[in-house]
């Protein structure tokens, strides 16, 4: 009988030293390995995991590559980021995609690709990852949000193409009745957190919590919230649209990347896509629509289950040991970096 499972293990040093896998997946490595202010110590995060990269594949492994963004996203050091990709690319066995609009900018932006094994699978949901067991009074009572308030909320770690200056500003310019803007995520650049903390004015109709938010407290800023907003400059894939709709809250997100993807995937009663700048009419306009917009009480995300797309990675993981490897005879054992 064919395989139908995989043993996945989280990456580390010394298992890909003392063990062979048979599939090394790979997410976020770009920006994972160049993440550190120090060049010298940049560089040589470079170097040892290219190199752990061609120890595994002389023991056989397979180096799958999960591409979330066309382009890493506020890189410290780019022209060492982009040597590492370029290295990268040369050590990869086939790749993975999150949606149409992602595969299409892979094949324009890294052509070489394309002559690689490839799928598209999408980004699954976040359900039942995080605890969700508070209602809307507590999570508010906890913020300290007056019960006769609505919500709009900017969740998610905050970096300068998430625009969340602009997002007050906006706020601030309509001023929306009853309404409080509540910004929640860890911020590392000093500048950006005096740029938002300034762009507040001490308004009272916003709350910030510039920190990292520990996961048994994720719940209570999305329970809280009416609308989550999510006015990127740049999006190809979001994950932060998925974790709100996760928690079944309706989004405002800007028609970019893969985004009307999602809307297809979930419904326009939960996504609300705009195009060009985010303004004020652009806010009141999603206002009007999560409070005036018949829905059900929970999202249905049937298509990002994680049961179905896991076979749908399981099955990949096949097709690229087919031509190389006997894979019906023992289980195949999977690192997952």
Not at 74 to 88: C, D, E, T, Y
Not at 118 to 134: A, E, F, T, V, W
Not at 245 to 262: A, Q, T
Not at 309 to 334: A, C, G
Request: net charge negative; aromatic share 10%; with cysteine.
């Amino acid at each position: 009988m064919p395989v139908n499972e995989a043993v996945v293990e989280e990456f580390s040093y010394q298992k890909i030293i003392n063990s062979r896998y048979d599939i090394l997946h790979l997410h976020w490595i770009v920006e994972t390995i160049i993440r550190h202010p120090n060049w010298i110590i940049a560089a040589l995060r470079s170097l040892i995991m290219l190199i752990l990269i061609d120890f595994a594949r002389t023991k056989g492994t397979k180096v799958i590559w999960t591409i979330h963004d066309s382009t890493p996203h506020s890189i410290v050091h780019p022209r060492l980021a982009n040597w590492f990709q370029k290295q990268l690319l040369t050590r990869i066995d086939g790749y993975i995609s999150l949606s149409q609009k992602a595969e299409k900018i892979i094949a324009e932006t890294l052509p070489t690709l394309q002559y690689l094994p490839h799928i598209i699978i999408p980004h699954g949901h976040y359900r039942d990852i995080y605890p969700n067991n508070i209602n809307q009074d507590t999570a508010r009572k906890k913020l300290q949000i007056p019960e006769n308030k609505h919500v709009v909320l900017f969740f998610g770690y905050i970096d300068i193409y998430k625009n969340v200056p602009h997002l007050i500003k906006t706020f601030r310019e309509l001023a929306p009745k009853d309404w409080v803007l509540v910004i929640a995520g860890n911020i590392e650049r000093d500048y950006l957190k005096q740029e938002i903390i300034a762009a507040t004015e001490n308004d009272p109709e916003v709350k910030l919590f510039l920190k990292y938010i520990p996961d048994d407290e994720i719940q209570i800023y999305f329970q809280s919230a009416n609308l989550v907003v999510l006015p990127f400059t740049e999006i190809l894939n979001s994950g932060s649209s998925l974790l709100a709709l996760s928690f079944n809250c309706p989004i405002l997100v800007p028609n970019l990347g893969s985004i009307p993807e999602v809307k297809e995937q979930i419904g326009e009663d939960w996504v609300n896509i705009y195009s060009g700048e985010f303004t004020p009419e652009v806010l009141s306009q999603g206002l009007n629509w999560v409070m005036n917009k018949k829905r059900s009480s929970q999202c249905m995300m049937e298509k990002l289950d994680w049961e179905r797309l896991s076979q749908e990675t399981f099955r990949y993981y096949q097709k690229i040991f087919q031509q190389d490897l006997e894979i019906h005879n023992f289980p195949i054992k999977i690192r997952d970096n």
